[in-house]
């Protein structure tokens, strides 16, 4: 994973002056290559909004009219079934972007935008951006490499579905995770661990004990800590299964 992830989770930014909603968003991968005069542009015409641990924020199928930058808290992306089971695209946390999709090609939502703990957003709107992508080359730069990070993470995933046991797809999530959390202890629940994995809450559990009992990771409600890294990447790679 990018860096040495540290096992303490960090402060999360504010947004409660212009300065420092400029910061936030000048920190944000899709927005850091735009000058300091344009982030204050958009920053002014922002609105910050609450949200509630289970609150939803948008629906598939929703008009895209604009980003939310998470500013504190965490955001589930998921898709509904037919059975009416979740399965868990992504978990956004703060500094990070939701709707990049909508926001290229004013399309529908394709997912749906969960509060999974309390927090606050900050609300992008589309036709402020799209001004910003027509003055200013760094912003639509800066929207591929997301879209192209969320096409690879999207590869993978469905990848993983098509050939690989529960165990590998275990790993992948929580090295992607990891990764996006560029933190060793994780904050997922196994219920969603499983749903990014394609496979049930009890076969993450079973694979997160036996793991456990191997010294690869470490389990408390909600977190789950990468103990020996090597070990879970080579059971995502295809390597011998730990349990």
Known sequence: MPGAPSSQATTEPRADTLAERVALLGRAPLLRRLPEEALARLAGSARLRAMRRGETLFRRGDPGTGL??????????????????DGVLNLVRAGEVVGEIALLDGHPRTADAIADTDGEVMLLERRDLLHLIEENGALALGLMEVLCERLRQTSAQVEALMFQEA??????ALLQLASVQRLAS?????????????TSRESANRT??????????????????????????AIAEGGKQHG
Not at 167 to 172: L, S
């Open 167 to 172: 165990g590998p797809r275990i790993a992948r």
């Open 208 to 233: 997160l004990n036996a793991w456990e009992a191997r010294g690869l990771v470490s389990l408390v409600p909600g977190r789950v800590t990468l103990r020996d890294e090597a070990a879970i990447r």
């Open 186 to 198: 994780v904050a997922v629940t196994q219920k969603q661990l499983g749903e990014m994995a394609g």
């Open 68 to 85: 939310l930058l998470v500013v504190r808290g965490r955001i589930r992306i998921s898709v509904p079934s037919s059975e009416g089971r």
